[in-house]
C-alpha cells in the first residue's frame, strides 16, 4: 500500500505533469480547507513562463470546480439544518447575500470570506450556474493578477 504514494507524489511533481498539480491544489484551495494555491500557479509560470495563461486557465478552472463543490455542501448543510431545526437562520450576512444574488460570488477569490461565500450561496440555494460563471471571473481575475504582479512587478524577487 505504502508503494503507491511515493508513485502519485512524482506523478504530480512540478514541472513534469505541474498543470495537473495546479489543478488539483487549486480545487482543493478552494473548499473550506485553508490552503492557497497561488504559489503552485507561481511556480510552474515561475520555471515555465510559457504556460502563464494555461496556468491560469487551469486554476481558475480548478477553483471554480471547487467553488462548484463548496456551493453543493452549503446547500446539503442547509438541507440538514432545515429537518433538525425546523427554522431558518437570519443573519445581516443572509441578508446581504440574499440582497446581491449570484453576483456576490464575484467576491469568492477573497481570502478567508470567499470559500464560505460560496458555501453561503448553497445554503441560500442562489442559481447554482449563475454563482459559478461568477465565480469563475472573480477567480480568474485572482489568478492574472496575483501571477502576473509576482512575476512582471517583483521579477528579481522570486528567482528559481
Known amino acids: 500500500m505504502d508503494a503507491w504514494i511515493p ?27 485553508p ?19 494555461p496556468a491560469v486557465a487551469v486554476a481558475t478552472l480548478g477553483n471554480t470546480v471547487g467553488g462548484a463543490i463548496t456551493w453543493w455542501m452549503g446547500y446539503g448543510v442547509e438541507r440538514v439544518y432545515e429537518r433538525v431545526a425546523h427554522k431558518r437562520l437570519e443573519a445581516r450576512a443572509l441578508q446581504w447575500l440574499e440582497q446581491f444574488g449570484p453576483k456576490a460570488c464575484l467576491l469568492s477569490w477573497l481570502p478567508a470570506v470567499g470559500d464560505p461565500l460560496c458555501a453561503v450561496a448553497g445554503w441560500l440555494k442562489l442559481p447554482f450556474w ?19 504582479v509576482l512575476l512582471w512587478f517583483w521579477p528579481g524577487q522570486f528567482t528559481p
Open 35 to 53: 490552503m492557497g494555491s497561488e504559489p503552485a500557479v507561481f511556480g510552474l509560470v515561475k520555471l515555465n513562463p510559457e504556460m502563464f495563461w
Open 130 to 148: 449563475p454563482c459559478v460563471l461568477y465565480m469563475a471571473i472573480g477567480k480568474f481575475g485572482r489568478y492574472v493578477t496575483m501571477t502576473a
Open 7 to 33: 508513485a502519485l507524489l512524482a506523478a504530480l511533481a512540478l514541472p513534469k505533469f505541474g498543470l495537473s498539480t495546479v489543478f488539483v491544489i487549486s480545487l482543493v484551495s478552494a473548499t473550506l480547507l
